[in-house]
């Protein structure tokens, strides 16, 4: 089996290609093994590292480091979720739980981007959960209460509020929270990729085929060699269920996105020269749509049961033409053609969208399943399970072990069948917000 990802996500081509690249070709004993470099089994290698200087350790990932969904991502940083997948959150101490692990989340990658000095475009510039369809403000104000309880202030938009602060007319109610980051996924990888320690060896283009559980040690088998390790975090996030990895709590969705090209001066004239935003939807299947600091539009309009390992290219420039589609409804003074790229990336979801971060297994340890939210949860989930795996405790671990376990899935077939019927039926509520 192979991963195959296309090569033509825009945040990734914006950065410098790397060299020296190095694979798993001969048989190798380590102390730690971690598989997957996205910012989940960066940040763990990270902390590995510092936390054991003299110890081997080896980072595995199957395509480049940071080109999984990490630096394909739309790049929210987000301290308030309205969807956490496929409901609203009703629940208001759950909710409460599930925001103290998005503060500590913010807090880890705001700590690593001062300690490395790392510029990832980073803009606290708050962020809408905004709707075309003005029935939608029953949601918001629901949504807002929730809010104001838990003290994280917000404010309901008017279709004219929403026209100025956007550039365009498409929103007819919108919430806009202070809190919420937008940032340069691909930027803040390779960031985590350049700061690993000395002690980190990483392997990229190494897909992990087989792994064994034996008496004193793991037996990982690869392609070209294989590696024993005595201790294992597995960090492949939509990709822990085709390991095996809790694989009745989990599975992947596919996700699209495009982005524009940069706007020329005219262009950015004509939507009103707004200042960088980012939406996200209030009905689950919408689209989430974000500018960026170089005045590029980035639209995210599905979400799918697929082949996690491939999409190929027809079938990528099928979800590219709908979110052409989207972006012409919300801009229509702008050409037609402005599309840059398209890619497609894998998330995890579990059945009631709570996170995986725990001991699996004797010396076997497994952190993931963000939903949307990986980019603060995958650092701090990272850096937290490789202390947990440590034999530490940490304030963090104490808060992210109070949240809800995710729920057994039903069995297979009638996951996928429940899946798809729900993925179709928030699609049609979405209708309007493609
Ligand atoms: C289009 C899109 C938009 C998103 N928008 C946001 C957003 O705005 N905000 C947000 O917070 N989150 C967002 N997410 C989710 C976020 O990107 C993920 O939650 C996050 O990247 C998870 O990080 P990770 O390190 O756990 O997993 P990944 O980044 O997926 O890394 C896992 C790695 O494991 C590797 N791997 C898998 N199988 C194997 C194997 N068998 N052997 C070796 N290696 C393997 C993969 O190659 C991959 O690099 C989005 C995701 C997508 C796809």
């Given amino acids: 089996m192979k991963l195959e990802n296309d090569q033509s996500c825009s945040w990734i081509n914006d950065l410098t290609k790397r060299t020296n690249i190095k694979s798993i070709n001969s048989n190798e004993d380590c102390e730690w093994l971690i598989i ?61 739980k599930k925001t103290d692990i998005y503060d500590i989340g913010i807090k880890s990658v705001k700590k690593f981007i001062n300690e490395y000095q790392v510029d990832c475009d980073w803009n606290e510039c708050g962020k809408f959960f905004a709707s075309s369809n003005s029935k939608d403000i029953k949601i918001l104000k629901n949504f807002s209460k929730i809010l104001n309880k838990l003290g994280f202030k917000n404010n309901i938009l008017t279709h004219e509020e929403l026209k100025k602060r956007l550039g365009t007319s498409f929103y007819n109610t919108g919430l806009y ?42 037996l990982c088998k690869f392609d070209q060699g294989q590696v024993k390790t005595k201790k294992i975090i597995f960090a492949t996030n939509g990709f822990l269920r085709s390991l095996g990895i809790k694989k009745n709590y989990n599975f992947p969705i596919t996700l699209t996105a495009s982005m524009t090209r940069p706007l020329t001066e005219k262009e950015f004239e004509l939507i009103g020269e707004p200042p960088e935003w980012g939406v996200l939807p209030i009905r689950p299947m919408g689209a989430t749509v974000r500018t960026t600091k170089d005045k590029r539009i980035l639209i995210r309009n599905t979400a799918e049961i697929h082949n996690p390992f491939k999409m190929s290219k027809s079938e ?12 012409k409804k919300r801009f229509p003074e702008l050409p037609d053609d402005i599309i840059q790229s398209s890619w497609s990336g894998v998330v995890s979801r579990t059945r009631n969208g709570s996170q995986i971060f725990e001991k699996i297994d004797k010396n076997i340890f497994v952190a993931g399943c963000y939903n949307g939210s990986g980019i603060g949860v995958g650092t701090l989930f990272g850096e937290q399970i490789a202390l947990k795996a440590n034999n530490e405790n940490t304030e963090e671990i104490n808060i992210i072990e109070k949240r809800n376990k995710a729920n057994l899935l039903p069995p297979r077939p009638l996951l996928d069948i429940g899946v798809k019927a729900r993925l179709m039926y928030e699609r049609l509520i979405a209708a309007s917000e493609y």
């Fill in 36 to 96: 997957g470099a996205g910012y989940t089994g960066l940040s763990a290698a990270r902390k590995l590292g510092q936390l054991n200087p003299n110890q081997k350790i080896i980072l595995v990932d199957a395509q480049l480091a940071g080109e999984g969904s990490s630096g394909r991502n739309s790049g929210y940083l987000v301290d308030t979720t309205l969807n956490d997948g496929f409901s609203s959150s009703k629940d208001e101490n759950n909710y409460k």
């Fill in 316 to 327: 990528l420039n099928k979800r590219s033409l709908k979110q052409k589609i989207g972006i």
């Fill in 177 to 218: 929270t202070d809190g919420g980051i937008l940032l340069h996924p691909g930027k803040l990888v390779r960031a985590m990729i350049d700061a690993l320690p000395n002690n980190i060896r990483l392997y990229e283009n190494s897909f992990l085929i087989k792994w064994e559980k034996k008496k004193d040690f793991i």
